[in-house]
């Protein structure tokens, strides 16, 4: 099973859902604004900081639009980068091409197995849920409705890919896992071209993340199960920020600043929806010279929560899923999180500190 381990932990496939993107990366530095937050100079001059565009990673894209990370950066410049999919991710922060990184929990774990736990540590969370089951409603009308069904995912192995199974799994229902043969038909379609597929008949339904979801309920199709209602308190993880053991190692500093600036973001994206959601879409047009319509955004706005809580014992139960489901073996994630510094700062603001279910440091 070694060989899917790529596939499985490789990204939330596809991340920019549909970007006519020129490139996987795309760099930009900013430099402090006058009257910045934070007045002591830090360790590092330059913080190099990834993530998608994608309203998954809207506390990227808005806390960088309002200049919340630069404020507490202070003379610290930041050097942005955007990536379509995690694997490119994970290689930039292991060649040391970015420092910290908004991602998926699937890359963030891969990533870690794979080097052994020396690359990377998640140190916050970011976001949760965004993801649905959409179907045809001619074809399906119930749960019931999906057997003998053909439903997409983004890819072989990919988070969601591994929920559908993980649910199959639940109904009684069998489905080869690398195949997708069985009593539902897996297939495994690029975010991008999934709209189409549905609008041609090649697929009853897919469970995917938004926007995607919403892109298709705007063709026809309609929701059939929100897969926050899975998980306890509906909720779990979506998108996590990791950060690179050698970056922390020599520059926490920054590396707390940065968290000071997505916990502000958070919260005032949580007092600003509206603002910070005009926010996001400003930046989507900015690096995929696509706005999202209002048919698309504001559902798929609605269904994506901002968060803090990494949500831990989410992608531990995540991981069992993909066991459970013969895409991978377990894996060993003791110490993949380093929760130290952000329960600092949520200490500071009189928040609770937040936990790692026992896999690392907090």
């Known amino acids: 099973m070694a060989a899917t381990l790529p596939l499985l932990f490789g990204a939330l496939a ?105 690359s990377l540590k998640i140190i916050s969370g970011s976001a949760s849920g965004g993801v649905k089951l959409v ?68 697929i009853d339904g897919a469970w995917v993340p938004e926007p995607t979801a919403s892109k298709l309920v705007s063709e026809g199709a309609k929701v059939l199960l929100d897969e926050n209602t899975l998980w306890p308190n509906n909720q779990f993880v979506i998108t996590n920020v990791i950060v690179s053991q050698k970056f922390l190692s020599a520059h926490p500093d920054v590396v707390e600043a940065v968290l000071r600036g997505s916990v502000k973001t958070n919260a005032w994206i949580k007092a600003n929806s509206d603002k910070a959601k005009a926010d996001a879409n400003s930046e989507l047009e900015r690096l995929t010279q696509k706005a999202l319509p209002a048919a698309v955004l504001d559902p798929a706005w609605k269904s994506i929560q901002v968060l803090d809580d990494p949500l831990a014992a989410t992608a531990k139960s995540e991981a069992e899923h993909a066991v459970s489901a013969g895409l991978l073996k377990a894996p060993k994630l003791d110490g993949i999180y380093d929760l130290t510094l952000l329960n600092k700062v949520l200490k500071a603001q009189g928040q609770p500190a937040v936990d790692a279910a026992g896999l690392g440091t907090q």
């Open 135 to 202: 179907v045809n409603p001619k074809k399906i009308k119930t749960l019931a409705d999906v057997k003998g069904k053909k439903i997409a995912t983004p890819q072989l192995g990919n988070t969601q890919d591994v929920a559908l199974l993980n649910w199959i799994k639940t109904q009684g229902w069998k489905v080869d896992a690398q195949s997708g043969k069985g009593d539902v038909s897996v297939v495994r379609t690029d975010n991008k071209i999934t709209p189409d597929a549905y609008k041609n008949g090649s």
């Open 14 to 118: 596809a991340c920019s859902y549909g970007s006519d993107k020129k490139s996987d990366d795309d760099t930009k530095a900013t430099t402090a604004p006058s009257g910045s937050a934070t007045a002591a100079k830090l360790s590092a001059d330059e913080v190099k900081i990834g993530y998608f565009p994608n309203l998954t990673h809207a506390t990227a894209l808005v806390g960088l639009k309002e200049g919340f990370f630069q404020q507490e950066l202070g003379d610290t410049k930041i050097k942005e980068a955007t990536f379509n999919a995690g694997p490119a991710e994970i290689e930039a922060l292991n060649a040391g091409a970015i420092d910290i990184g908004w991602i998926g929990p699937s890359p963030s774990i891969n990533g870690y197995t794979k080097s052994g736990g020396t």
